[in-house]
């Protein structure tokens, strides 16, 4: 089975404070997203990438920014939380061409 | 890519089948229909997509109709499990760059009632 994983299920932190996501997926794809979802707004594209060290912009990047150094693992910074970045994260990985997404389980973070 | 359409909730009786519509009318020629499902604290999960034929696997049905404007995801025999959000998507079949991502609207809700 496709895994992917995020690094927390849950998350608190301090305004301010520079946040790391992690997501990691295990089955060689080429593309991984970062969402956030937000009640009555639905899940948004943040950045995605479609090979190492390659990004793109998505809906909502502003506050954010991603590395993405291996394959395998996709990182989602936030340089210096904000309250309304309070949300569910949540990571998905594809495989190039006609496939479906795999999402990780969500980190929900607070920021306080 | 296209928008879609659907309900922002239904209920299904357990047992009995949930059919879910999806209008897209401004589907492109080489934009495939995907269907994901959330259910409560998870990740979505994928269920099924397809261009313009029928599509069956173990989850569920997907029927376009003829000029894929909208397609109805059926559940044959709906169960409590089953209660999740319902995202139908329409997405070009890319090969990387900005093409193929997943844009979610707010799907529908589905509640399976005993």
């Known amino acids: 089975d496709v895994k992917v994983t995020q690094s927390s299920r849950y998350l608190v932190k301090r305004t301010g404070e520079k946040v790391f996501l992690e997501c990691v997926q295990d089955?060689?794809?080429?593309?991984m997203f970062w969402y956030r979802q937000d009640p009555g707004l639905g899940l948004r594209l943040i950045y995605f990438s479609y090979d190492v060290k390659m990004k793109e912009k998505g809906d909502i990047p502003e506050g954010y920014s991603v590395s993405r150094e291996k394959k395998e693992r996709f990182s989602l910074i936030l340089e210096s939380a904000s309250t309304n970045q309070t949300s569910m994260y949540l990571c998905?990985?594809?495989?190039?061409?006609?496939?479906?997404?795999?999402f990780g389980q969500g980190t929900r973070l607070t920021v306080v | 890519d296209a928008k879609t359409t659907q309900p922002p909730s239904m209920d299904c009786a357990e047992g009995r089948a949930a059919n879910l519509p999806c209008n897209h009318s401004t589907i492109s020629g080489n934009e495939y229909v995907y269907w994901y499902r959330q259910i409560h604290s998870q990740g979505p999960q994928y269920i099924i997509h397809g261009l313009k034929n029928n599509e069956t696997n173990e989850m569920a049905s997907l029927i376009i109709t003829e000029d894929r404007k909208s397609s109805t995801l059926i559940l044959p025999h709906a169960t409590l499990r089953d209660t999740a959000v319902y995202y139908c998507?329409?997405?070009?079949?890319?090969?990387?760059?900005?093409?193929?991502?997943?844009?979610f609207g707010k799907g529908t809700k589905l509640s399976v009632k005993p």
């Open positions: 089955m060689d794809h080429e593309n």
């Open positions: 998507i329409v997405r070009v079949a890319g090969y990387g760059g900005s093409q193929g991502n997943l844009i």
């Open positions: 998905a990985s594809r495989n190039t061409g006609n496939t479906e997404a795999f």
